[in-house]
């Protein structure tokens, strides 16, 4: 029973890792993706001003509230889908504390069983 429990606890590790490195490699991508939506932003509107009329204007004023809006939405999905993730991860990580008691106590009852 012994083996069974050091696998378990194995497992239980590896899927608490495994959550932990997603959540930051999708904190780490989401923060790289905003960063280069803005530099893109920047970019074209340093480059349509480089035109100097007033549909040009224009086009850079619609363009950058467009764009402006669109990072704003952006950043706030990120915000309340890094909640949620967390959140996810707390109750993964219950459940696998959960699970890891019910298998040591079942194992405790199988052990005891056998010396009776």
């Known amino acids: 029973m012994e083996k069974g429990l050091e696998f378990f606890e194995a497992w239980a590790k590896t899927q608490k ?13 989401r923060a790289h993706w905003l960063d280069s939506m803005k530099k893109t932003q920047e970019a074209m509107l340093n480059t349509a001003s480089a035109f100097d009329t007033p549909q040009s204007k224009e086009l850079v004023k619609l363009f950058s509230a467009w764009f402006t809006t669109a990072i704003s939405s952006s950043e706030f999905y ?24 019910l298998v040591k106590a079942f194992s405790d009852f199988l052990t005891n069983s056998e010396k009776k």
Request: charged residues 35%; aromatic residues 8%; negative net charge.
């Open 78 to 101: 990120n915000e309340e889908v890094l909640k949620m993730q967390t959140t996810w991860e707390k109750t993964l990580e219950n459940q696998l504390e959960q699970s890891k008691e």
């Open 17 to 29: 890792e495994f959550l932990d490195s997603s959540l930051k490699t999708q904190e780490a991508f």
